[in-house]
């Protein structure tokens, strides 16, 4: 049956209806989604995983066709938020943009950021920069939204337009404002990780996983966001299928803690396991000898100031340290743990190629903790010594 020209102007060759037009819609917003979470953050921004050269080019030319975004400058941006993050140099973190800026002028962010030539290429290697990356996707790359346009309103007319509509913004709110945005501003932390990453849902499906930002922050290099039993990631999933498939390969994931009892003194592979894990650690502290104390004591403390117990006030502004350091000052056993919880980071963070060393520290830090008459402290320090990491299973 042919179609008239008011016909093709306003439902295009499909003339589909409304439940068709949702289901189109969500299958093209979510390859997008995993265009992004599978290709361009896991697998070129963190080498966390490797796709067949076909699937991997199907990946780069849909977000080419739906975002014109360019691999090379959109894994550069994203290794600079990780080794910038929540400093003045962090292409897009709400503690220094701010959260309205971030959630709402994402677009802007990573336009500045892509501007920034000499970054590109520091933090831009070993993405594609093959002949048709050179002489289509990057020297034209608001050609692919263009041609999105073209076929959505060939296929849907005036609808396919406001289809197309939404696909451009889809990434712009989730990834750059809710992600980047939301994502270091409100949910729940499984790590105490040196920024401020939350994880915005336990169950990461909307976003392709990417709802679990404070597990991803704690392990950049896992293929897996999901780091807890009751946690899904829909991305992770599509990994596991496709690797069955042979269109995948899993290169990394989060190591897993084993802890060997009777360990009298630090050794190799609890220095191995504490610099793989640090973030576990800390947050072991903090569960396991900070918040004890707190409750043995019965005191009460505002929930941002026993947050500045987990992470050294690191977030507070001037006025809230200074009334924790006030707080610690009037309560010594408190100020002793907080003191050896900024020790043992400190002996963490060291990046010396001196491993004795910082076993030398480690030893004496645990010896310390041992002698300090305080219970959930010696026990922490025993268990620490046991630390291990369990070989990886990647198959």
């Given at each position: 049956?042919?179609?008239?020209?008011?016909?093709?102007?306003?439902?295009?060759?499909?003339?589909?209806?409304?439940?068709?037009?949702?289901?189109?819609?969500?299958?093209?917003?979510?390859?997008?989604?995993?265009?992004?979470?599978?290709?361009?953050?896991?697998?070129?921004?963190?080498?966390?995983?490797?796709?067949?050269?076909?699937?991997?080019?199907?990946?780069?030319?849909?977000?080419?066709?739906?975002?014109?975004?360019?691999?090379?400058?959109?894994?550069?941006?994203?290794?600079?938020?990780?080794?910038?993050?929540?400093?003045?140099?962090?292409?897009?973190?709400?503690?220094?943009?701010?959260?309205?800026?971030?959630?709402?002028?994402?677009?802007?962010?990573?336009r500045d950021a892509r501007a920034q030539r000499e970054d590109i290429e520091k933090y831009g290697k070993g993405c594609p920069d093959d002949w048709i990356e050179r002489h289509l996707y990057t020297p034209h790359a608001t050609m692919g939204p263009v041609l999105m346009l073209a076929i959505n309103a060939a296929l849907f007319?005036?609808?396919?337009?406001?289809?197309?509509?939404?696909?451009?913004?889809?990434?712009?709110?989730?990834?750059?404002?809710?992600?980047?945005?939301?994502?270091?501003?409100?949910?729940?932390?499984?790590?105490?990780?040196?920024?401020?990453?939350?994880?915005?849902?336990?169950?990461?499906?909307?976003?392709?996983?990417?709802?679990?930002?404070?597990?991803?922050?704690?392990?950049?290099?896992?293929?897996?966001?999901?780091?807890?039993?009751?946690?899904?990631?829909?991305?992770?999933?599509?990994?596991?299928?496709?690797?069955?498939?042979?269109?995948?390969?899993?290169?990394?994931?989060?190591?897993?803690?084993?802890?060997?009892?009777?360990?009298?003194?630090?050794?190799?592979?609890?220095?191995?396991?504490?610099?793989?894990?640090?973030?576990?650690?800390?947050?072991?502290?903090?569960?396991?000898?900070?918040?004890?104390?707190?409750?043995?004591?019965?005191?009460?403390?505002?929930?941002?100031?026993?947050?500045?117990?987990?992470?050294?006030?690191?977030?507070?502004?001037?006025?809230?340290?200074?009334?924790?350091?006030?707080?610690?000052?009037?309560?010594?056993?408190?100020?002793?743990?907080?003191?050896?919880?900024?020790?043992?980071?400190?002996?963490?963070?060291?990046?010396?190629?001196?491993?004795?060393?910082?076993?030398?520290?480690?030893?004496?830090?645990?010896?310390?903790?041992?002698?300090?008459?305080?219970?959930?402290?010696?026990?922490?320090?025993?268990?620490?010594?046991?630390?291990?990491?369990?070989?990886?299973?990647?198959?």
């Amino acid at each position: 049956m042919s179609l008239s020209l008011i016909d093709l102007i306003s439902g295009g060759l499909m003339q589909a209806g409304w439940g068709d037009l949702l289901v189109y819609l969500l299958v093209v917003t979510q390859l997008t989604i995993f265009s992004v979470t599978l290709y361009l953050h896991r697998s070129m921004a963190h080498r966390s995983v490797d796709f067949h050269p076909v699937l991997a080019h199907f990946f780069r030319f849909w977000s080419w066709l739906t975002t014109s975004m360019i691999t090379r400058e959109w894994a550069a941006i994203h290794r600079k938020h990780h080794a910038k993050c929540e400093t003045e140099e962090d292409p897009h973190s709400p503690q220094f943009k701010g959260i309205d800026t971030v959630m709402w002028r994402g677009v802007e962010l990573y336009r500045d950021a892509r501007a920034q030539r000499e970054d590109i290429e520091k933090y831009g290697k070993g993405c594609p920069d093959d002949w048709i990356e050179r002489h289509l996707y990057t020297p034209h790359a608001t050609m692919g939204p263009v041609l999105m346009l073209a076929i959505n309103a060939a296929l849907f007319g005036l609808w396919g337009v406001a289809l197309w509509a939404v696909q451009m913004l889809w990434i712009p709110f989730w990834a750059a404002g809710v992600v980047n945005g939301l994502g270091h501003w409100w949910g729940y932390r499984n790590f105490e990780t040196t920024d401020t990453a939350t994880n915005l849902t336990p169950w990461g499906f909307w976003i392709g996983g990417e709802e679990l930002h404070n597990n991803h922050h704690a392990f950049p290099s896992s293929a897996k966001f999901a780091l807890r039993r009751w946690e899904f990631d829909i991305g992770w999933s599509a990994i596991k299928l496709m690797e069955k498939l042979g269109l995948a390969k899993v290169l990394r994931v989060a190591p897993t803690l084993d802890v060997r009892p009777n360990i009298a003194i630090p050794d190799g592979e609890t220095l191995k396991a504490l610099l793989a894990i640090r973030f576990q650690a800390m947050t072991d502290y903090y569960r396991n000898v900070t918040l004890p104390a707190l409750r043995e004591a019965k005191l009460k403390l505002p929930r941002n100031l026993r947050q500045g117990l987990a992470d050294d006030g690191r977030w507070l502004d001037d006025d809230k340290r200074a009334k924790l350091q006030a707080w610690l000052a009037e309560r010594p056993k408190m100020a002793t743990l907080a003191e050896f919880r900024q020790r043992l980071a400190q002996v963490l963070d060291d990046r010396s190629h001196d491993a004795q060393a910082t076993l030398a520290k480690l030893h004496a830090w645990c010896t310390e903790a041992e002698a300090s008459g305080i219970h959930a402290l010696q026990q922490f320090s025993a268990r620490l010594k046991g630390y291990a990491i369990v070989p990886a299973r990647i198959a």
